[in-house]
């Protein structure tokens, strides 16, 4: 079985590009998670801060696309993480 699980965000399914080495371990996947995270909250934060009726709305759709490929990164990451610490024998810390 390959340690390399595809991103969920890949465009297509039959030919990931984008891939994550499920054999790291634990805090290298939480770090790579937290990462993107961070990412997502500081876009989300740009976003909130705009003035819609100075900002025309693809820029809002761009930022929105790129959290919502970061978010669901992080949400494969961390899934990988989770398994990574079963892995490891890690209890909830």
């Not at 693809?58 to 899934?79: G, P, R, V």
């Amino acid at each position: 079985m390959s340690n390399y699980r595809p991103l969920t965000s890949n465009p297509s399914k039959d030919a990931a590009a984008l891939l994550i080495d499920a054999s790291q371990p634990f805090a290298v996947l939480e770090e790579c998670a937290e990462h993107r995270l961070y990412v997502v909250k500081n876009l989300l934060n740009s976003m909130a801060s705009m003035n819609p009726s100075r900002t025309d709305a693809h820029d809002f759709s761009n930022i929105a696309e790129a959290a919502y490929l970061m978010l669901k990164d992080a949400c494969d990451l961390l899934e990988a993480a989770r398994l990574a610490a079963m892995r490891e024998g890690r209890r909830n810390e």
